[in-house]
């Protein structure tokens, strides 16, 4: 063996005629690889500013006077470059990137950066001057020191932009953030396809638009054909006697006892009748909402026939109200004509002629209801 078996170092033979020139190769050599210190790693051509002992590592095929010399460490030394072939174990300060990098099984890994101040900084992966902080990782946890823990993404002016983007493949298809603006946006895409704001908050008045970009409510839906909102709850049991589901509509009142708890004051309910298509029907509750607990009570519902229920339950026509009707008056001045309100139409009318009375249009005219008398 003519070498040392991981530096490749040349022994000195028995015997050897000027053995002070294979000693000095030898401190050249461990010079250029003990704690060593490299100028770049990105470089791929021989630069012209070199100075004694300075060295480059060579990761992208070279040029020039390095061409045929990948992968290897490339040291200036004795005014020629020598070439050192890297091995397992061997480390090297990046002095352009701030990291000390090490070779294992062929590759490059990062071991270590300068403790602070460094211009980039890359864990299991390599940062660059856009991507200044790189993390390749399952999870990054940023936990507190004792109390609160908060990010912040701060930019530098209005028309900037501070956002979180989310990617696959490197490609964006959500972000959430102050895109622009004053406002705080979240937007999706389909790969490949254009970018759809779906929340916008003013600033402002803390409003909240579903695309829309300027709610004008606390929250603002707004959207093209199609469904607007639609609530739908878990799969209801089929086996159920009465089902439903629905919203419920809270208050509270100023002065009132126990104000600050919000009651329960109406509720809008969408149920089904022995869970079976065609029973459905939707009901709207109100009232009954006070510090004993009682439960709003429904005042009106539509079934699946489409017939309407005021104070019943079961409508047995298209209209069936379960209590009084109370039709507008007008006087005769003030009658429209019975074409223009269609046939059906009932009015009461003060000023009628030898009485006031319920008048019906039949579509061309006003029709007197007559009465027999005065109910006893």
């Not at 079976?276 to 005042?299: L, Q």
């Amino acid at each position: 063996m003519t070498q040392t078996p991981r530096l490749s170092i040349d022994y000195m033979a028995a015997g050897q005629a000027q053995k002070h020139v294979t000693y000095n190769e030898a401190l050249g050599r461990l010079d250029g690889i003990v704690s060593a210190r490299i100028r770049s790693r990105g470089v791929v051509s021989p630069p012209v500013d070199m100075e004694e002992g300075e060295a480059w590592l060579l990761t992208a095929p070279g040029e020039e006077g390095w061409v045929g010399h990948d992968d290897t460490l490339l040291q200036w030394r004795d005014s020629a470059w020598q070439v050192i072939a890297p091995f397992d174990g061997l480390r090297l300060w990046v002095a352009d990137e701030g990291v000390l990098i090490a070779r294992e099984s062929g590759d490059w890994t990062v071991i270590g950066a300068e403790p602070s101040g460094a211009d980039t900084w890359g864990v299991n992966t390599v940062a660059d001057t856009t991507n200044r902080l790189a993390v390749s990782s399952e999870a990054v946890l940023f936990t507190h020191a004792g109390n609160d823990q908060r990010l912040t993404l701060n930019k530098a002016d209005e028309a900037d932009t501070a956002s979180l983007v989310f990617q696959s493949d490197f490609e964006g298809l959500a972000e959430m953030g102050l895109t622009g603006d004053q406002l705080f946006r979240v937007k999706v895409r389909p790969s490949g396809g254009d970018w759809s704001e779906a929340i916008t908050v003013d600033a402002d008045a803390g409003r909240v638009g579903i695309f829309s970009a300027t709610p004008k409510t606390p929250l603002h839906v707004q959207a093209g054909e199609g469904d607007v909102l639609r609530l739908e709850p878990a799969r209801l049991n089929g086996s159920a006697t009465t089902q439903r589901s629905g919203v419920d509509f809270f208050a509270s009142f100023d002065g009132y006892p126990n104000d600050q708890k919000p009651r329960r004051a109406a509720f809008m309910t969408v149920g089904f009748n022995s869970g079976v298509w065609g029973k459905e029907y939707m009901a709207f509750c109100v009232g009954g909402s006070n510090d004993s607990g009682v439960e709003p009570t429904e005042r009106m519902r539509i079934n699946g026939a489409g017939r309407v229920g005021i104070g019943t339950q079961a409508p047995s026509t298209q209209l069936h109200v379960d209590g009084g009707v109370r039709v507008g008056q007008r006087q005769m001045a003030d009658l429209s004509s019975a074409a223009s309100v269609g046939a059906g139409t009932l009015i009461y009318v003060t000023d009628a002629t030898g009485s006031p009375c319920l008048v019906i249009s039949n579509g061309t005219d006003w029709l007197r209801l007559e009465t027999s008398g005065v109910v006893q």
